[in-house]
């Protein structure tokens, strides 16, 4: 689905179903950043105290998979309905992040290295 | 362009960016979740001990909102990255979700309330 | 007890259920961060979409109050632990910074304001 | 100094900082736990795609470590900020904590594993 699916057809199943709720009213642009974060560490929690090996094996076993894209739907759902009541283009906004990102992390400098910039 | 941008299409420009730098061997599904929380906690830094009046005050000023909206892009970057590193359909895993949570929040019970569905 | 416990005391006691488990090769500086954050966030998960106001009155309840001290003793667990396993010295560490935040915060400018000291 | 410093010390020099500041009015319960969670993101970005190793060896650079124990000192400000407003008794509530984690995690069945308790 995701070769067929637009950012504008997310936000409008995603507003549909907060706004059948009437959850406009709780959406403030802090208490969906809480929301955010909270589905960032329900996902992070799956793979606390495991090593990248373990973390990438527990995605192989299917019932945990599942889990595990639960909660990046989840986070999913938060960031989309924060680009939605906040006219938030994602499109736009990731194209100009990107831009920014390959002057931070110019290939030559950050090929191969998990450097922050600020250390490159 | 979020009418027109499909979730593949920003994979796609996301892969890229990464695979320039050689950047798979440090993306493993737990370094990735802790990209993720850590650029949600920079979005919801942006409004700690502010009320939602203000939260909603400071995104009418342009160069505030600016630096909110990179934050959002910097979350929905991770989002992507994991769901392209690790096989995720984001637009199937959040189909599922919804329907799951249409039940979890049935709208006669849900609706104007903000409480958690384990006290609906 | 909290007038009569030192954080020695409360360090030597996560140490010993700790080293009784043999968890130090579990308790690298990442991820007992990580730990540190995915508590951090169940406790935030009890405010998520409520107001301040309802907050409170959710402690006042005394069965959600004691769920919300545990979230509040599993994030101090895994500080105490960053910190005896690392040798950081917690009271020294908090009185340098509560020194630097006074020159940050300066009382004649911070007074009865929630701004971030960058736009004090 | 932690082998003679009290909780109910620390409690004191927090709340002596924020009430000449004027700030009971901004550090509700939900704001506090943004404050908390912001504050181990923090922490935590110091460790983002790095491995253990090299999160123990930056600990081993004066200025590196420097860093990292400024965001612990903040960290456990926002948590003894918590605690000293909302009347909880920190050493009581890790005593019952750690009581109750002695039986999700009973010494025969978690020596030496990382399982969550859900999986024991």
Redesign the interface.
């Known amino acids: ?8 057809a ?2 409008r ?2 507003r549909k ?1 907060c706004e ?4 406009d ?2 959406h ?4 969906l ?6 589905e ?11 090593s ?1 090996d ?3 094996a ?2 192989k076993d299917p019932k945990k998979r599942k889990m ?3 909660e ?6 938060m ?2 309905r ?2 939605q009541m ?1 006219d ?11 831009a ?3 002057k931070k ?1 110019p ?1 030559h400098k ?5 450097k ?1 910039y600020t250390d490159l």
């Open positions: 689905m995701d070769s067929k699916t637009t950012l504008e997310l936000k199943q995603v179903f059948e709720r009437d959850w009213q709780f403030g642009p802090k208490d950043s809480v929301g955010l974060i909270t960032a560490a329900e996902l992070l929690e799956h793979f606390r105290f495991k990248e373990e973390a990438r527990y995605l595990v894209e639960d990046v739907a989840d986070t999913l759902f960031l989309l924060f680009a906040y938030i283009d994602l499109a736009k906004a990731l194209k100009r992040k990107v920014l990102n390959h992390y290939v950050a090929k191969g290295s998990n922050k």
